[in-house]
């Protein structure tokens, strides 16, 4: 979570890094997804560090504004640094989710909780790479260094991580971990928000 400013700034250079995008003025005026990411931290800090109201505001409604135009629905405070998205799409994230460091994900994703209930929603850890069209939902805890599987349908925990889940339900179908799928933007071990 942003603390500070130079948290927001180590945030966004570690989403930089991840999303793998040069820092010019044509990434920041043409690239539409690193624009997101950007306005994502700048609201994370103006939410958490800044008592600016009309300026928080303001980055919220083009933060939601742009959201709507890319598919995205992802809530402030829920992702660690590193975070990439890498297209366009669908991407749904439940407001009581926690994501660790270095997550790479992609299209047609659901971060959510089961029906019925409104704050469990899944705890990821550290260097997860989400696959297209997966699902994870419920009150389940993800370990670090996974690959989930393209159309995964993740309803249990995995909490020791260090695997590739595919199928639906998901199941272990690999050892192999994410450390070939992900541009590792943020290098320190960063624990999993629980809060």
Known sequence: MIRSRQDYLDYLEADRRSLD????????????????????RKVEFLKNCRKN??????????????????GYSIPPNVFGPGLAIPHRGTIVVNSYARIGANCRIHVC????????????????????YIGPGAKLYGKIVLGDNMVIGANAVVNRSFPEGNCTIAGAPAKVISDRTSAGGLVR????????AEA
């Open 53 to 70: 109201k009309a300026l928080r505001l303001y980055a919220e409604w083009r933060f939601r504004k742009l959201g709507r135009l890319l």
């Open 109 to 128: 994703t659901n971060i959510g909780t089961n029906l019925g209930t409104l704050d469990e929603a899944p705890v990821i850890g550290n260097n997860v």
């Open 185 to 192: 933007g943020h290098q320190q071990t960063v624990e999993t």
């Open 21 to 40: 995008v040069a820092d010019t003025l044509f990434q920041r005026l043409f690239n539409d997804r690193w624009q997101y990411q950007r306005l994502l």
